[in-house]
T-cell receptor, first 114, second 113 residues
Framework: DAEITQSPRHKITETGRQVTLACHQT?????MFWYRQDLGHGLRLIHY???????NKGEVSDGYSVSRSNTEDLPLTLESAASSQTSVYFC?????????????FGPGTRLTVL | AQSVTQLDSQVPVFEEAPVELRCNYS??????LFWYVQYPNQGLQLLLK??????LVKGINGFEAEFNKSQTSFHLRKPSVHISDTAEYFC???????????FGSGTRLLVRP
């Protein structure tokens, strides 16, 4: 069965370190998204991609970057981790076509920045 | 920009009782609305969606929602909840201008025996 996976599931790091969160999907979806989930804020969009070599900033992109070298993967990098980036991160993918198609979510990565 | 409001951060209810989770959205010409559910320590999964047509939308696990254009609402209902329905529920609207999903802040449904 097709799926979307994230790794690691839990990560503890220190302020100032570079961290990369992996997202891999086997749906062969062109569209991929990264969200962060914080209490009282729901999910907020960090970055998104509509295909290989395409990346776009979401509403909370400062301090994060992504790259899309193939269809299956969209890694999220925190260049210099800050305590404000402690959060749960979700990756999602979506088939191309209608942008209101269902987004399929990964299980999440809980990141703690000390 | 579109926005979604879920006024109730937590809704406690007894098992087998009915429940309604409220969602209001900012008005737009085209409206596509979604409810997602997040079980503990899991990602989100789609419960139901409204794209067009009948204003009463049925989803998985016995949930349904009604699109009300005049009140800009899309409330989620279930006539009889189970313990297993304990989860966080997110309402979302698709934003035409940016091609993105905008999520509400979520409502935690807590079903008690």
């Amino acid at each position: 069965d097709a799926e979307i996976t994230q790794s690691p599931r839990h990560k503890i790091t220190e302020t100032g370190r570079q961290v990369t969160l992996a997202c891999h999907q086997t749906w062969n979806h062109n569209n991929m998204f990264w969200y962060r989930q914080d209490l009282g804020h729901g999910l907020r969009l960090i970055h998104y991609s509509y295909g290989v070599q395409d990346t776009n900033k979401g509403e909370v992109s400062d301090g994060y970057s992504v790259s899309r070298s193939n269809t299956e993967d969209l890694p999220l990098t925190l260049e210099s981790a800050a305590s404000s980036q402690t959060s749960v991160y979700f990756c999602a993918s979506q088939s191309q076509g209608n942008s209101y198609n269902e987004q399929f979510f990964g299980p999440g990565t809980r990141l703690t920045v000390l | 920009a579109q926005s979604v409001t879920q006024l109730d951060s937590q809704v406690p209810v007894f098992e087998e009782a009915p429940v309604e989770l409220r969602c209001n959205y900012s008005s737009s010409v085209s409206v596509y609305l979604f409810w997602y559910v997040q079980y503990p320590n899991q990602g989100l999964q789609l419960l139901l969606k409204y794209l067009s047509g009948s204003t009463l939308v049925k989803g998985i696990n016995g949930f349904e929602a009604e699109f009300n254009k005049s009140q800009t609402s899309f409330h989620l209902r279930k006539p009889s909840v189970h313990i297993s329905d304990t989860a966080e529920y997110f309402c979302a609207v698709y934003e035409d201008s940016s091609y993105k999903l905008i999520f509400g802040s979520g409502t935690r449904l807590l079903v008690r025996p």
